[in-house]
């Protein structure tokens, strides 16, 4: 819809079964002649959306912890994803001595480390740093390995800040990899840019929570989300409900009827009083 999306990337990308996305999207009823005519007909012109409004969990335990019932999100954070692959010599855990070791493991350990230690310099709570994924191989307890792929994801509401920290993980990368006698290569994943929640949305949040009578707060949003590339062609917001201890992504995700009956209730009146503004807006034109 945002137009971020290119038909390159989609003729890219398959899954395990070797299903490209026009034809899982033909299966389901949807599609198009190709992954262009798709993304043709589904992107929509910036002026065409008056407002976006998302409504979710927050993912995180700050209203539960603080008591808090709606999350008035200011900005989304986004993330820049990177593979890191570090290949070694391997060998036999007993015979191959130490000091002849080219260990990517190792090498590995010392990025996931520096990220780590990096962001925790920043000083701040809006910039994190995730070493997610490792696959090892040959990954036995009597081989030394012979490589190492990790995956780490970054991401703040600060762009040059984000940017900053993913350029001294390359940079480690390089510096370790020279010092453990491993070769490397970087990949990346993507680059997206934060976003600016709308301050009239923003507003338009605060006075329908208050309205209600529901307690709430002004927050970051640091998960990715639809609003995050909405904002690129409308004015954009969010209203964030608590979750049990924070959780999501897992089996036991929890939202309490009452905290989503309160923020479809939010939702609601938000979208009535943005959806009078804009016919107030137009009619003026």
């Not at 798709?38 to 927050?58: M, N, Q, Y």
Request: net charge negative; charged share 25%; aromatic share 4%.
């Amino acid at each position: 819809m945002a137009g971020t999306l290119t038909a390159g990337l989609l003729d890219q990308k398959v899954d395990e079964n070797g299903t490209c996305f026009k034809d899982a999207a033909a299966s389901a009823g949807y599609g198009g002649k190709s992954h262009q005519d798709i993304l043709d007909k589904t992107k929509v012109e910036p002026g065409k959306v008056s407002a976006f409004v998302e409504l979710h969990i927050e993912q995180g335990p700050l209203l539960e912890r603080e008591g808090l019932q709606i999350g008035v999100v200011t900005a989304i954070a986004a993330p820049a994803s990177f593979r890191v692959q570090f290949n070694g010599d391997g060998g036999h855990a007993g015979a191959l001595l130490m000091h002849d070791r080219h260990d990517p493991v190792l090498a590995a350990a010392e990025v996931a480390l520096h990220l780590e230690e990096y962001v925790l310099s920043q000083g701040t709570e809006d910039t994190v740093g995730t070493t997610g994924a490792w696959h090892v191989l040959s990954n036995n307890i009597n081989s030394v390995p012979r490589e190492a792929r990790i995956e780490i994801d970054i991401r703040d509401i600060d762009l040059e800040r984000r940017d900053a920290v993913v350029k001294s993980v390359h940079d480690k990368v390089k510096s370790v990899a020279q010092k453990r006698g491993v070769a490397y290569s970087i990949d990346m994943i993507n680059k997206d840019p934060p976003a600016t929640c709308a301050d009239q949305v923003v507003n338009t949040v605060q006075g329908a929570a208050k309205q209600l009578g529901l307690s709430q707060k002004q927050m970051v949003s640091r998960a990715y989300h639809d609003s995050l590339f909405m904002a690129q062609i409308a004015p954009a917001g969010m209203i964030f409900i608590p979750c049990k201890n924070g959780w999501s992504h897992r089996p036991d995700e929890y939202a309490s009827p009452v905290d989503i009956e309160n923020g479809v209730k939010t939702l609601a009146l938000t979208l009535a009083e943005l959806a009078g503004s804009a016919v107030s807006d137009r009619s003026e034109l």
